[in-house]
């Protein structure tokens, strides 16, 4: 896609969802980036999650992202295979645009596994946005859905087919940062995982809250950081209350379009309701 249809393509995306342009180029780049990887070897050992899952199974006018995070399987994650992935990505091609390497940076952040950031720029025509793309490994997961259709942002005619986490194991994820954040103080500024609660809890009435239970546990287990459920209640009253969250809350809405009408209690509420459905499949 050349940089004229590209530019075209995110100035509507930007009129239909409020977003900001950088946000969507952003968005668009990251796209390419698994275009790109469609038709790679490293497809299959690739696990989509958090952020760019919800985007495009909510769709931009529910939810955007500024990052592109992934699960490794099937091969040792290093520097050097890092590197590997790079090099392919760099590959010039026939098409107008291409990849160009920023840096590969190990990561890890509190609460989070070993990884590996990848900092590109994509170029088209003209045009360089950059990108950044997290790569982790080491997850105990509840089942993948394999090779799942993964919707076009941009392109109704692309189809893109990835490994991806299932909602539950998003939730449960959510909800263990949520907690675990909660736990230590009122400073957590993931606003997008409250929001990600309340709009999965409000979307989807056939999630399994047991098997997001499920998740919780093993989530818990590796990072051996147990949360017992009769916690739950408690850490979440003090996030409902701290006038801390309430301003970063409003923060987040003033940024994201789509969480402007939705009251921080209201949320909360809804974070309650889930620490219910899991506090019943727990036995507790």
Partial sequence: MNEGKMKQL????????????????GLFAMEQFLIKLNDSPYKDHLILKGGYVLATTLGLDRRATRDLDTTVRGFHLDKEKMEEIAEFITQANQKASQFELVGIKETREAFEYNGYELKLHYINGKARFPISIDFTTGEDLIDVMELDVIPSLFDSSVELRFPRYPLEQIIADKWYTTLAYGKEGDTNSRMKDLYDLHVLSKSYDTIDYSYVAEAVKKTMTQKNNQIAPDEYDSIINFLQSSEQQKLTWKNYQRLYPFARELQFNDVMESVKWISNQLKASLGK
């Fill in 10 to 25: 995110v100035k509507t995306k930007a009129k239909e969802t409020g977003l900001p342009p950088q946000q969507l180029y």
